[in-house]
């Protein structure tokens, strides 16, 4: 059997494109995701968050505010 030997610059290459396609895979899926929600979730000047109510709700439910 012959013996494989890795150059380290290969690997480093091999490294470097795998990062750089989960980065893209991941601005990709982010970008689609902000432009399905059409920005609902950001809550701007004078805004608010749209699960806020539940949020408090639950909150209220640990602490015991709506017994």
Do not use: C, K
């Amino acid at each position: 059997m012959a013996h494989v030997t890795i150059n380290a610059e290969v690997l480093l290459a091999a490294f470097g494109l795998y990062a750089a396609i989960v980065l893209a895979l991941t601005l990709w899926n982010a970008r689609h995701a902000r432009r399905d929600s059409g920005g609902l979730d950001e809550a701007g000047p004078g805004g608010h968050v749209l699960h806020e109510r539940r949020s408090q709700a639950l909150v209220g439910q640990i602490f015991g505010g709506d017994r």
